[in-house]
T-cell receptor
Framework: AQTVTQSQPEMSVQEAETVTLSCTYDTSESNYYLFWYKQPPSRQMILVIR??????QNATENRFSVNFQKAAKSFSLKISDSQLGDTAMYFC???????????FGDGTTLTVKP | ETGVTQTPRHLVMGMTNKKSLKCEQH?????MYWYKQSAKKPLELMFV???????ENNSVPSRFSPECPNSSHLFLHLHTLQPEDSALYLCASSPAGTGDEKLFFGSGTQLSVL
């Protein structure tokens, strides 16, 4: 079974600064995807960024980038130039491609302060 | 908007009531999911439907009964619930069969069982 651990229940950052959210996972699979989802106060979870395990290059989406360390089973999310709208709960998720279902971490609540 | 719509947004019910949650997706996806999100706990996968067939029942009590009449609609029928069933119930969909199972979530139904 896969497990996903987010060790930071809450974090805060000043507007325009950079923040990194941590995620580690445990799996014996070699073929999988990793995701970061954002859940703002409106409750609707949306995908922030996705990483394929077979790709060595770290995924980036505008101000969002990941540091994927496959050997260490680490998948951190870096948010640059933080904006007030980034305030949300962030979930790290692991997808076992063979099983076709995702496992989520406990989430990190991020507050961006003006 | 993610293309996944859930109704109602809020629901309060007594332990003897029968109610249903509805989820509809307009994305042409073939897989649909029910997740339970409780305070201080990670998202719990409840049910998975692929091409209208239930492929996952994650040891969910029988007081929760899913129904998937077609690949665009998913219901969760509730009866004789317990107060500990109070939670946010999230519906999600994904393309299915592509190996890239990015999830698209609805806004959830906040359920309170009195």
């Amino acid at each position: 079974a896969q497990t996903v651990t987010q060790s930071q229940p809450e974090m805060s950052v000043q507007e325009a600064e950079t923040v990194t959210l941590s995620c580690t996972y445990d799996t014996s699979e070699s073929n999988y995807y990793l995701f970061w989802y954002k859940q703002p106060p409106s409750r609707q979870m949306i995908l922030v960024i996705r990483q394929e395990a077979y790709k060595q290059q770290n995924a980036t989406e505008n101000r969002f980038s990941v540091n994927f360390q496959k050997a260490a089973k680490s998948f951190s999310l870096k948010i640059s130039d933080s904006q007030l709208g980034d305030t949300a709960m962030y979930f790290c998720a692991f997808l076992n491609t063979n099983a076709g279902k995702s496992t989520f971490g406990d989430g990190t609540t991020l507050t961006v302060k003006p | 908007e993610t293309g996944v719509t859930q109704t109602p947004r809020h629901l309060v019910m007594g332990m003897t009531n029968k109610k249903s949650l509805k989820c509809e997706q307009h994305l042409g996806h073939n897989a649909m999911y029910w997740y339970k999100q409780s305070a201080k706990k990670p998202l719990e996968l409840m049910f998975v439907y692929n091409f209208k067939e239930q492929t996952e029942n994650n040891s969910v009590p029988s007081r929760f009964s899913p129904e998937c009449p077609n690949s665009s609609h998913l219901f969760l029928h509730l009866h004789t619930l317990q107060p500990e069933d109070s939670a946010l119930y999230l519906c999600a969909s994904s393309p299915a069969g592509t190996g890239d199972e990015k999830l698209f979530f609805g806004s959830g139904t906040q359920l309170s069982v009195l």
